[in-house]
């Protein structure tokens, strides 16, 4: 059972353009969720994260777009340059789950 | 600040071997979490250890274990391996349990099995 669905699996985009990321989850228990950022070679990076207690989160770039009745969240990132081109994981945590659940991750190539 | 190191970053054996993967925590950090990387299955969760006590297990077989030192740092091993064991395996540290805490990631140990 894939309790974090994340789509789409690949991404072009343009530069400057906005690279949205879409992510849905099952269990209502989930309280957290990051977004994870990972360039070949490395491990994943925390990049962003909310709770649900806010429906939006922005870090320059980067915002975080939550719906709890939907069980939906999204990372857009804004005016997108190719040092943004990596592989972005949705990942959520909660209830008496002490593990991140992964989505499946979307590669992001974001061409000059 | 180091961040967390892991050991080998490579590796290759062959069906049936076994292996030790070593992971050093952030300095201060307790918790260590293992994570398997895999190109179909995505990045899944192994274990977690807090104070040298398991908390947490994922849905793989006991082929897969480990442990953690007084001193934080953890072993991953895995025993009789199978081709499929081949993958990324990702180790992550935190200050506290890893509920709720931001979790940092070392760079992995790529593990091939031929």
């Known amino acids: 059972q894939q309790q974090v669905k994340q789509s789409p699996q690949s991404l072009i985009v343009q530069k400057g353009g906005i690279s949205i990321i879409n992510c849905a989850y099952e269990?209502?228990?989930?309280?957290?969720f990051p977004w994870y950022q990972q360039f070949p070679g490395k491990g994943p990076a925390l990049l962003i994260a909310?709770?649900?207690?806010?429906s939006e989160k922005k870090e320059g770039r980067f915002t975080i777009s939550f719906n709890k009745s939907a069980k939906q969240f999204s990372l857009h990132i804004m005016d997108s340059q190719p040092g943004d081109s990596a592989t972005y994981f949705c990942?959520?945590?909660?209830?008496?789950?002490?593990?991140?659940?992964f989505g499946k991750g979307t590669l992001l190539t974001v061409n000059p | 600040k180091a961040g967390v190191t892991q050991t080998p970053r490579y590796l290759i054996k062959t069906r049936g071997q076994q292996v030790t993967l070593s992971c050093s925590p952030i300095?201060?950090?307790?918790?260590v979490s293992w994570y398997q990387q895999t190109p179909g299955q995505g990045l899944q969760f192994l274990f977690e250890?807090?104070?040298?006590?398991?908390?947490n297990k994922g849905n793989f077989p006991g082929r897969f274990s480990g442990r953690q030192f007084s001193n934080s740092r953890s072993e991953m091993n895995v025993s009789t391996l199978e081709l499929g064991d081949s993958a990324l395996y990702l180790c992550?540290?935190?200050?506290?349990?890893?509920?709720?805490?931001?979790?940092?990631f070392g760079p992995g140990t790529r593990l091939t099995v031929l």
């Open positions: 250890y807090f104070s040298e006590t398991q908390r």
């Open positions: 992550a540290s935190s200050l506290e349990a890893s509920y709720r805490n931001e979790q940092f």
């Open positions: 990942a959520a945590l909660g209830g008496s789950n002490y593990k991140l659940t």
């Open positions: 269990n209502t228990a989930f309280d957290y």
């Open positions: 909310i709770r649900p207690d806010v």
């Open positions: 300095s201060g950090h307790r918790s």
